[in-house]
């Protein structure tokens, strides 16, 4: 079993930055991969950015450029770090991992104010 743990969300001007964190219950160095979705009001959950053992990174076209994942394997905890908030970033944001079967956290809310 693996426990996630979202921390970091909240409100922010348009043009601001957050940076969310997602601690593991177990370790993460051999979780894999490990990352982040989000779900607007009225929308699917969507993927934002993934992560793997060895640091290989993903992103969503929509936050290339200014969203920037990270793991820190000694700290057990994945981090998503935000720059140049849109106002379409809005939304709940969930840790992923994979270790056998899906986790996800409980999901931290975002709001990006224009």
């Known amino acids: 079993q693996v426990q996630l743990v979202e921390s970091g969300g909240g409100l922010v001007q348009a043009g601001g930055s957050l940076r969310l964190s997602c601690a593991s219950s177990?370790?993460?160095?051999?979780?894999?991969?490990m990352g982040w979705y989000r779900q607007a009001p009225g929308k699917q959950r969507e993927l934002v950015a993934t992560?793997?053992?060895?640091?290989?990174?993903n992103y969503a076209d929509s936050v290339k450029g200014r969203f920037t994942i990270s793991r820190d394997n000694a700290e057990n905890t994945v981090y998503l770090q935000m720059n140049s908030l849109k106002p379409e970033d809005k939304g709940v944001y969930y840790c992923?991992?994979?270790?056998?079967?899906?986790?996800w956290g409980q999901g931290t809310q975002v709001t990006v104010s224009s």
């Open positions: 992923y991992a994979f270790q056998d079967r899906h986790y």
């Open positions: 177990r370790r993460i160095f051999s979780i894999n991969p």
């Open positions: 992560i793997t053992t060895g640091g290989s990174r």
